[in-house]
Structure formats: C-alpha cells, structure tokens
C-alpha cells in the first residue's frame, strides 16, 4: 500500500486511486488532476555522496510534498525519483499556479542532510483527468510524457499532456504493434554500412544495422524503434536474430570477405541486455559455432546512465574484450558519459557523434577545438577513435588530420543491402590488413 522508504502511496495505490477518480469524473466539470514529478539532480547526489544520503534526500522531498496535501490530495512515490500528485475535488476551476507556487516554494528551499546542504528543483508535467475511458495506466504514462519534456528542456515551467503528447504516445504504440508483428512475421532484415580508412576509403568492416517492414511495406531505421525494443519483452530475441542472420548472410555470401585479415563485424547490443548476469558466457558459446573469430568480431554500445556503476555489465564486457572481441562505445559525445566515466569502461575503441563536425564547415575555432580535444583525449586513453556520420570531403580531411584512422558516413557509403555492400567492399580491398 505505501513505499517502504518515503512513506508515500505505492505506484499499485495510485493506480488504484486514479482508477476511482476516472469513474467519478464529470467531462464537463473535472476536478481531478494528476501531477507527475521528477526530482532533477537526484542522480548526482546518488553518484557523488552515496545511495545512503539518495534515500535520505527523497524522505525529504516526499515530506515537503506531502505537507502541501490538501484534504483529497495524495502523494505517491512511483520509482526511483518520480512521485505523483493526485488533486481531487479540485472543483472546475481548480487554481493550479497557487499549488505548483507551493510546490515550488517547497522544493527550491534547500535540503540539510546533516551538515551536507543539497539543492534540487523538480520538472513537472500535468494531466486534467476528464475521460471516462482512459485507464490509470493511460494518464500516468501521459503525465510522465508530458513531465519528461519539461526535463528535456523542451517546454517550460509545467508540462501540460495536450493532443500533441497524446498523438506521441499512440505513435509509440503503433511502432510497438509493428515490432509485435514483425518479430511474428519475419519483419526485420539487416542492412550493412561500410567502415573505410580515412587514408584511402578501404574497407575495413562493416556494421549490421537493423531495419524494419511492417505490414504495409513501410521501411524503419532502427533509430525509430530500436527504444521500443528495448522497454519490449523482444530485446532478447531481436538481438539472437541480429547475431544469426549476420553471420548466415556473410558466410553465405561473403567468405572471402570472413576470412580477410582485418576484416570485422560490428554488432549493436542494447545495453540493458549486457546487464543481464552470464551474457558474455552465452554469447562467447554462441561465437565459438559460429565461423568468426572473436578478434573479427566487435560489440558497439550505446551511451547511457547503466553504464554507471553496474557490476554486471562491466562484468560482461570485461569477458568479452579479455576474448578478444573489440568493445566500442558508439556515439560519443551525444550523451552523458564523460571521459572519467569513460576510462572506468573496458572498451577499446569510440566512434565520435557527427554533432561535433559542425566547426569544420562553419570555422568555428570553439567548435573545432572541441572536436580536436576529443580525439586527443580519446587516443591518449589508448582507444581508437572511428568519425561516425562522415558526409562531406572537408569532414574527412580534416578528421584525418586530427589523427582519426577509421570513418563512416554517407561521404563513402549508405547503409545497404547485402549484394550491394559485398559488392562495394571487394571494389575497395585494402592492398594490406589496415586494422590492428
């Protein structure tokens, strides 16, 4: 019935509160509202002063929330840092700036945890319940919608879930559908972007990419819903397939290609799927059937905040590298990992976001010292350093000149079919083994 930790109502007794406020609503006259909150900042706390003081600080942001509850209010805590609101009996015009006013003056005080002085603020989004057929899980899901843009930085102050959230959210389940039907139905296929040297556009090895059909035809890049994947029960199965259908398609294709020197493969593999504890174990049994060699092979990861501090994940990757598989961290730069962070990961190579070759076109000294900064670092760590989202000759040349070896882009080829890519990659053979 209530959180062990704050004392706040359990996600299951605000599911159930939402419930009863659904079925006694007045579309013409709400007076429910739902308020979704983020605590911003709890994360830092847990990562620079330990879970001890996380969990004391959120027992004193439930007790400031709670003190602003009225009679009808109820605070639930519903995971880690979110907590939400229920305000009813509001009445029609229900003076919602006076209580976010309080909700704010609350928050902004700071917090003492004994002699340590902790400053947050929250990100909040807000769901006016007036429709009888939605479900709690429905206007819960819409206030963490509508909360996660405020925190995004892409609106400000309160978040209201409108159409446009709604229309978000279906979208979502469309695309959810679609994975649905094409894990049923064979859906998926692979397309294979080269990786060239800088040098002279050999190829070096390729990257399988996902990509899906749905029952009208249409064709999806993985960046559409390679997310839903991952919250889906399918991660697993997707991410066998990817292995297998790689391999089937190469070996049937393209030996000469497996048994060149230097030659790899680049898989993607969700990070939630590398914390699951015995991954490497499985994955290394699968690889010895297989017709690649673990040093033909390599593993891209993608930013995000579980490659904090997870035993198992580090567990896993470290097995994998200490095989010989290479380890890249993809998409440098675009998310929140810094290089302290970076240094604590067994990895061996990162491929650097395109959003930093914008200096390049425009002369920006800032931008292009940036750029010039991370691979330096990079290479200093001892990782090699691939230029993801190469598109232009100037991209290029100047990117070799900062002592980047490895590149992809559409400046040397898009992603493509098998046949296709088989066929571009014999037509720029390197004369020797470039890879390490």
């Not at 009813?88 to 609350?106: S, Y």
């Not at 060239?196 to 249409?218: C, F, I, Q, S």
């Not at 891209?300 to 380890?327: F, H, K, Y």
């Not at 970076?342 to 959003?355: D, E, F, G, H, Q």
Request: proline share 4%; net charge negative; glycine share 8%.
């Amino acid at each position: 019935m209530h959180d062990p930790l704050t004392g706040a109502c359990s996600r299951v007794t605000m599911l159930d509160e939402i419930a009863k406020a659904i079925s006694s609503v007045d579309p013409t006259h709400p007076d429910a509202l739902l308020l979704y909150l983020n605590v911003n900042g709890f994360r830092a706390v847990n990562d620079k002063f330990g879970h001890e003081m996380g969990d004391r600080l959120l027992v004193e942001v439930a007790r400031r929330l709670e003190s602003v509850c009225h009679n009808g209010h109820l605070l639930g805590r519903v995971s880690g840092d979110e907590f939400i609101l229920l305000l009813r009996h509001a009445g029609r015009f229900h003076p919602l700036n006076p209580m976010l006013n309080r909700v704010d003056r609350c928050m902004s005080q700071p917090f003492m945890l004994g002699d340590l002085e902790i400053n947050i603020s929250v990100s909040i989004g807000c769901v006016i319940i007036t429709d009888k057929k939605a479900t709690a899980s429905e206007l819960m899901h819409q206030g963490e919608i509508a909360m996660s843009l405020v925190k995004r930085g892409e609106r400000k102050g309160i978040s209201l879930a409108d159409e446009e959230i709604v229309r978000e959210i279906e979208a979502a389940r469309q695309i959810d559908r679609k994975i649905q039907h094409a894990v049923k139905h064979r859906g998926f296929f692979l397309h294979f972007q080269p990786t060239v040297t800088l040098k002279d556009g050999t190829v070096t090895g390729a990257e399988a990419l996902l990509r899906l059909t749905d029952e009208n035809g249409g064709v999806f890049a993985a960046s559409d819903f390679m997310a839903a994947i991952a919250r889906s029960e399918y991660g697993d199965i997707v991410d066998e397939w990817v292995f297998a259908e790689a391999i089937h398609l190469l070996r049937l294709q393209g030996k000469d290609l497996l048994g060149r020197k230097g030659f790899r493969l680049s898989l993607n593999v969700s990070t939630p799927i590398l914390t699951s504890a015995g991954y490497a174990s499985h994955f290394l049994s699968k690889l010895r059937t297989s017709c690649l060699t673990p040093e033909s092979l390599a593993l891209e990861l993608v930013e995000s905040p579980i490659l904090r501090n997870n035993p198992i994940l580090i567990e896993n990757l470290t097995v994998l590298r200490d095989a010989g598989i290479v380890i890249i961290l993809d998409d440098f730069g675009s998310g929140d990992c810094n290089f302290q962070e970076l240094a604590r990961l067994p990895i061996n190579s990162v491929k650097i976001s395109s959003t930093f070759y914008a200096g390049i076109q425009t002369g920006n000294t800032t931008e292009k010292a940036l750029l010039e900064g991370i691979v330096g670092i990079a290479q200093k760590l001892g990782y090699e350093v691939i230029a993801k989202g190469v598109e232009t000759q100037a991209h290029a040349e100047h990117l070799q000149s900062l002592g980047c070896r490895y590149a992809q882009g559409y400046h040397f080829a898009k992603p493509m079919p098998i046949g296709e890519f088989l066929d571009y990659a014999r037509n720029h053979s390197p004369k020797e083994a470039p890879l390490p």
